[in-house]
């Protein structure tokens, strides 16, 4: 649990946070990372059918076009499809009113897809695909501890001091760029892509994954020490606990990656 003086140095330093929050971009380069380890198990057909679509080399391109819209009409629209809450700490079915929710809407976009693989709407979905299944590979977009998926929970640390991000800030960007340290985009991808290999038999079923990520949330992102049932205002995270999460985030970039390129291979046969 956090100490009395850092607990009163995250809480004061929550009001700067929220304040400032709205003006982030979240987990850009964690998007890019999974669609360039999807790149590179493309099949010939499907990257030949991406490249005309698109008009672009890379699915990196397109991956955080989703967030980039986000504050546009359309954007809105689509905003409660980027996450899906699933409790933590007891059993109940995840909260989709209306199919507003990431495993729903990328049950749709891919269904789309397969009717229709080259129409006038198939860029778009392609780019919604790309982006959802990285989200959904992300614990806290499959979590909820009343806390708005780690939104609400600010921590310290020797990367965020004095509150300077919350705990989904956190598994959203920082581990990502302890990821990243010293290496290019490229070179990342790569060694994901060499390191957690694609699984010929992997299901690709997006509530599957909602579900695999939920179970990282409970043991990994919620694993800190002072954890509690219910909102958790402020945490440390331990340099442990770090190791750990890095470990997960590459983890679940390759897989969202390697997931990723099955979708689409099986669209562009």
């Known amino acids: 649990m956090a100490r009395p003086d850092t607990l009163r140095r995250l809480l004061v330093a929550g009001v700067l946070y929220a304040a400032a ?9 964690g998007h890019r990372l999974a669609a360039m380890v999807a790149d590179q198990d493309l099949s010939p057909r499907a990257r030949a059918a991406i490249r005309s679509l698109t008009s672009s080399d890379s699915l990196a391109d397109g991956a955080n076009w989703m967030d980039e819209i986000r504050n546009t009409a359309e954007g809105r629209r689509m905003s409660r499809w980027h996450f899906v809450n699933i409790e933590i700490c007891q059993p109940a079915p995840p909260k989709c009113k209306d199919d507003q929710c990431a495993p729903a809407q990328l049950e749709l976009a891919v269904a789309a897809l397969q009717r229709n693989p080259r129409g006038i709407d198939a860029a778009q979905q392609i780019r919604v695909i790309t982006h959802l299944i990285a989200d959904l590979h992300q614990p806290l977009h499959a979590a909820d501890n009343h806390d708005f998926g780690g939104n609400d929970l600010l921590i310290a640390n020797r990367r965020c001091k004095d509150g300077a991000c919350s705990l989904h800030e956190y598994w959203d960007s920082q581990l990502v760029k302890m990821l990243t340290r010293g290496a290019s985009f490229s070179e990342v991808a790569a060694r994901l892509g060499a390191t957690v290999p694609a699984q010929a038999s992997d299901p690709l079923r997006p509530w599957d994954w909602a579900a695999e990520a939920n179970r990282l949330a409970i043991k990994y992102a919620y694993g800190f020490q002072g954890f509690s049932c219910g909102p958790v205002r402020a945490a440390e995270l331990t340099p442990e606990y770090d190791q750990a999460a890095v470990a997960v985030v590459a983890q679940q970039l390759a897989r969202a990656g ?6 689409l291979n099986s669209v562009y046969r």
């Open 21 to 29: 929050a709205s003006c982030w971009a979240w987990g850009g380069t």
């Open 258 to 263: 390697h997931r990723l390129a099955s979708v």
